[in-house]
């Protein structure tokens, strides 16, 4: 798993659990990512994110975006998009998929197919 620091928390609004960043690097839908900083520690998976109010999919380096984010975060805490080494496949398909193609040759190998 790797991680890449993507920008830092500026503020935090409780009423609808939004922290606002900097981006340092660019954040996607749908990207996990983790909140750190000296007594946060969230992980979560990007579900929305606005520009000025506007929902957009994706930003980069300077931006300045909105994210809803799970419970209270703090000015500074850093945002961290954290990646799986299988390209962001879940290492569980592939080993069903991997499952699936020894139990198929092996149903060739007996004739069964």
């Known amino acids: 798993?790797?991680?890449?620091?993507?920008?830092?928390?500026?503020?935090?609004?409780?009423?609808?659990?939004?922290?606002?960043m900097v981006l340092t690097g660019d954040l996607s839908i749908?990207?996990?990512?983790?909140?750190r900083g000296a007594t946060t520690d969230i992980e979560m998976t990007v579900e929305s994110m606005q520009i000025n109010l506007e929902s957009v999919e994706s930003a980069g380096a300077g931006d300045?975006?909105?994210i809803k984010v799970p419970e209270r975060v703090r000015p500074n805490d850093r945002v961290i998009r954290v990646s799986s080494g299988s390209g962001g496949i879940n290492a569980d398909i592939?080993?069903?998929a991997v499952i699936a193609a020894i139990v198929a040759g092996a149903a060739y190998m007996l004739g069964w197919i």
């Open 1 to 20: 798993m790797s991680e890449e620091e993507v920008g830092r928390v500026q503020s935090f609004f409780r009423k609808p659990s939004v922290a606002a």
């Open 30 to 35: 749908g990207d996990n990512i983790r909140i």
């Open 64 to 66: 300045d975006v909105g």
């Open 94 to 96: 592939i080993k069903y």
